[in-house]
């Protein structure tokens, strides 16, 4: 089955770890996104990646750092240095120049 | 800067008709999209409207367009308790820009 999976659905780090969360795809789709939700706040993008090796911050890319070494994995890792960490993080792909996102089932990540 | 903005709650009866508005600011819009989320859940993708377009009907729902309002609405029709959930109205302007989204409607569904 094609998708995007996100992994682990729930994590847990004590403050000041820095954590990595996975998202990979087998879709053949070439952008990738990662948005982070709070509670009445929607969603707010973080980073985004159009192309292997390629990335471009969004809305709140500090605190935060991707890699995009291969076409299918867009892992997001989340630094000592983001002050609220504590959300719902979901990732996203679509085919390049196409608006149509598709998203994975999220993690949630609470920092203690 | 684009903004997209929604009310937060909506409460219905089952059956009933569901209507959840959305405006946008960005009039460069050209794709406007509607999710669902339901509790702990990604985001599923709804159904979406072009620019060009005024209405789009797909079974229980019909989107409504007034470009010159920038208003968008997804209206359900007889709705069910499975219906209850998030909904997110979202815009962009092309294939190369990230979706905008808006802080989401939730949907509460009374039996």
């Known amino acids: 089955d094609g998708g995007i999976t996100q992994s682990p659905k729930y994590l847990f780090r004590k403050e000041g770890q820095n954590v990595t969360l996975s998202c990979e795809q087998n879709l053949n789709h070439d952008a990738m996104y990662w948005y982070r939700q709070d509670p009445g706040q929607g969603l707010r993008l973080i980073y985004y990646s159009q192309i292997v090796n390629d990335f471009q911050k969004g809305d709140i890319a500090e605190g935060y750092s991707v890699s995009r070494e291969k076409k299918e994995s867009f892992p997001l890792t989340v630094t000592s240095a983001q002050k609220n960490p504590t959300a719902f993080y979901l990732c996203a792909s679509s085919i390049r120049d196409s608006t149509e996102a598709f998203f994975g089932q999220g993690t949630r990540l609470t920092v203690v | 800067g684009e903004d997209v903005e929604q009310s937060l709650f909506l409460s219905v009866r089952e059956g009933d008709s569901s209507v959840i508005n959305c405006t946008y600011t960005?009039?460069?819009?050209?794709?406007l999209y509607w999710y669902k989320q339901e509790p702990g859940a990604g985001l599923q993708l709804l159904t979406y409207?072009?620019?060009?377009?005024d209405m789009k009907q797909d079974q229980r729902l019909t989107v409504l367009l007034n470009k010159k309002d920038k208003h968008l609405s997804l209206r359900i029709a007889d709705t069910q308790t499975g219906d209850s959930a998030i909904y997110f109205c979202?815009?962009?302007?092309?294939?190369?820009?990230?979706?905008?989204f808006g802080k989401g409607t939730r949907l509460s569904v009374i039996a």
């Open positions: 409207i072009f620019s060009n377009m």
């Open positions: 960005d009039s460069s819009s050209t794709y």
């Open positions: 979202a815009e962009t302007y092309s294939g190369n820009t990230p979706l905008v």
